[in-house]
């Protein structure tokens, strides 16, 4: 169960939320804490954030930050570009019955089956970016050579009044089957 400061950080974005929905937001309470260690295997494959919410709204933005400065070579998050077009298009086609799973490891493969490109950052403390449940993204592996490990949040916002995905609103357990 996340701690007093980290709520206290994830209620303060919720103005920004509430601004950009102009609606009063839900604050979703299942959030992650993410680390990448150097030279780890696993990274987080290419995949949009509706595919794993899909009990509720496809009014919903997840925020991703940093925790901490992250230049490209310890793994941020990364998007491919213009991506949300095809998913979304994707999604309406099946009617929102995809399975909850990645859509792929092999990034450069995908970029060139969509033609488009991944987009690359060095990231900032204090840096928050907001993003569509229909962008693919995914992260690079860690290769710090000063062996320094990331550390990352994913909060998720949508409108009060909207559905919301029952699954999503309880603490992150490792064994909830998210």
Known sequence: MPGAVYANFCNALSGFFQWLFDASVHLHQRKLIRHALVNDTWITP????????REGSPKLLSAWIPLGDCPVERGGLIYL????????????????RLRAEHISYDLPALAEQLDTRWLIT?????????????????????????????LSTDIRFQPSREAIDPRWQAHWRDDDGL
């Open 46 to 53: 290419a995949h949009y954030d509706l595919v794993y919410l």
């Open 81 to 96: 570009e213009g991506s949300h077009k095809h998913f979304a298009a994707r999604d309406a086609a099946e009617g929102g």
């Open 122 to 150: 060095d990231y900032r403390a204090g840096d928050v970016v907001v993003h569509s449940p229909y962008l693919l993204h995914a992260s690079l592996n860690n290769a710090d050579d000063q062996r320094r490990m990331r």
